[in-house]
């Protein structure tokens, strides 16, 4: 199995939106499409970063990394959210989507960008060294239940900024909505 990773394209769209429907059924995947086709015309989620996954030619997953912000007394931070992330579920537990993670990551850390938000599974994403971004200081954009507190979670790029800082996260404005902050 080649699976190829890189930059999406406009020309992938139809088959984002077939993955991330296949991932997510058909009552989730059409909110969560649009949603991506929103952040994308959202000037305030930008710089976007957008990853595909290909396996001969056909795209089987696909990442999304939109721009944050922390509000915070110390410095300027750049930061991003990770939402949504999809494989294709013939193609899931191959290590797709931790491929797409990893490289949206490594683009990240190379651009600049200090932190990466994510709210979902707790035993997924602390294998790319996310850990509970509550306990750390960092409020999510609307309130996490007590339950899901773990699934809150921020990444350092770069080195001495948890424990430095902390604050409020505010997202894009098409992510700016309590239903996309249920875990």
């Known amino acids: ?48 970063l957008s990853l595909v996954a290909t396996l001969d030619d056909r795209v089987v997953g696909h990442v999304l990394f939109s721009r944050a912000r922390v509000e915070t007394e110390a410095r300027e931070l750049s930061a991003a959210i990770l939402a949504p992330l999809a494989v294709h579920p013939e193609f899931q537990s191959r290590g ?4 797409l993670v990893a490289e949206g990551l490594r683009l990240l850390a190379e651009a600049g960008v200090d932190l990466v938000f994510v709210l979902g599974h707790p035993a997924y994403y602390p294998r790319f ?4 971004a509550g306990v750390r200081g960092f409020e999510a954009p609307y309130p996490i239940a007590a339950k899901n507190a773990g ?14 800082v902390q604050g409020r996260v505010r997202c894009a404005n098409a992510m700016d909505e309590p239903r996309y902050w249920r875990e």
């Open 1 to 48: 199995m080649s699976v190829c990773v890189r930059k999406a394209e406009e020309s992938d769209r139809r088959a984002i939106a077939d993955v991330v429907t296949a991932t997510f059924g058909f009552t989730e995947g059409p909110e969560i499409v649009g949603l991506i086709a929103d952040l994308a015309a959202d000037s305030s989620a930008k710089p976007l």
């Open 129 to 132: 060294g996310f850990a509970e």
């Open 96 to 99: 797709i989507g931790g491929r």
């Open 151 to 164: 699934a809150w979670m921020v990444l350092a790029l770069h080195p001495g900024i948890l424990g430095a």
